[in-house]
């Protein structure tokens, strides 16, 4: 569920995700096709949060969907939307009950935060029994939709509701409560680094946000590789976390959609396909051919 803060624009699921090569760049985009001899897959890389002015996409876009007979997603998009779902999503990001924010935080730390919400007319007591990176997750989306981004525009969002309509066969990398067991791994980071690094980076979340969008738009894989690694440098535990562990656990149904003498379109997070131990880079090592269009 996914790219708060440095560590956090790059992490949980709604967030994920200019110039290296420009001239090559305009004529790519964030899409790998890869082949197996049997069947073909395209790898699609997906900004969570996007807005009206992404749209429409690209015509290639259009092309892979209409020869693609099934979809793959990191999760089931419309179980996640649940009321059953959202309140597990809750009770993972809630402090035990008599627990409060401000003994999780440094006074310091503290009174960033309360300087925030009174800036932004938030009252600060609505946040209070949220665990600190679920506190920053909000802070971060909250910019986000004053920005105009939504996690409904994504691209995830667009394409799964769409098979839906058109009744393409809907497969999940991973299952909803597997997706959301990786918040658990939250619990372990520092919990003023957290909140001060998500107040640091909104200052500028303006720029380095659309200067992903850009990057993904134009298949600048050289930008947006440095990016997300500018967003997880100082933190490797993180991305492994989010990121190549994921990636692992995924390279099985992946093949297995390669093994097919079919089209499959599988639709993650941008940040899956770039970079080290990228399912671009799995499975280029395992001999499948790997190209980007």
């Given amino acids: 569920m996914n790219r708060f803060g440095r560590p956090l624009l790059t992490a949980v699921f709604w967030l994920l995700l200019l110039q290296s090569a420009a001239t090559a760049a305009a004529d790519r985009h964030t899409i790998w096709q890869v082949t197996s001899g049997k069947g073909t897959v395209y790898l699609v890389g997906s900004i969570h949060l996007l807005n009206e002015a992404s749209y429409p996409l690209p015509r290639i876009y259009e092309e892979i969907y209409q020869k693609s007979q099934n979809l793959a997603f990191e999760t089931d998009i419309d179980r996640l939307a649940t009321p059953e779902i959202r309140r597990k999503m809750v009770q993972y990001g809630s402090l035990p009950q008599g627990q409060y924010l401000q003994s999780k935080l440094s006074d310091e730390t503290y009174r960033q935060l309360e300087r925030y919400f009174d800036q932004t007319g938030i009252p600060i007591e609505r946040m209070v029994s949220l665990k600190p990176w679920l506190c920053a997750a909000t802070v971060t989306v909250l910019e986000l939709q004053k920005l105009g981004f939504s996690q409904g525009a994504g691209l995830d969002n667009h394409f799964h509701a769409r098979a839906g309509r058109d009744a393409k066969i809907r497969l999940h990398l991973e299952g909803v409560d597997e997706h959301l067991a990786v918040l658990h791994g939250f619990d372990r980071f520092d919990n003023d680094m ?96 790997v190209t980007q269009l």
Avoid: C
């Avoid at 134009?218 to 490797?236: F, M, V």
């Avoid at 562990?245 to 993650?268: A, F, H, S, Y």
């Avoid at 990228?278 to 280029?284: A, P």
């Fill in 194 to 289: 957290v909140i001060m690094q998500t107040l640091i980076d909104v200052e500028n979340l303006s720029s380095n946000f659309n200067g992903m969008i850009d990057a993904w738009e134009n298949g600048d894989i050289h930008e947006l590789e440095r990016l997300i690694n500018a967003g997880t440098r100082d933190y490797p535990e993180m991305r492994e976390m989010l990121i190549t562990d994921r990636n692992r656990r995924w390279m099985p149904k992946i093949e297995k959609l390669l093994g097919l003498r079919q089209t499959g379109m599988v639709i993650v997070g941008a940040a899956h396909l770039v970079g080290a131990d990228s399912l671009v880079e799995l499975l280029g090592k395992k001999g499948y051919r």
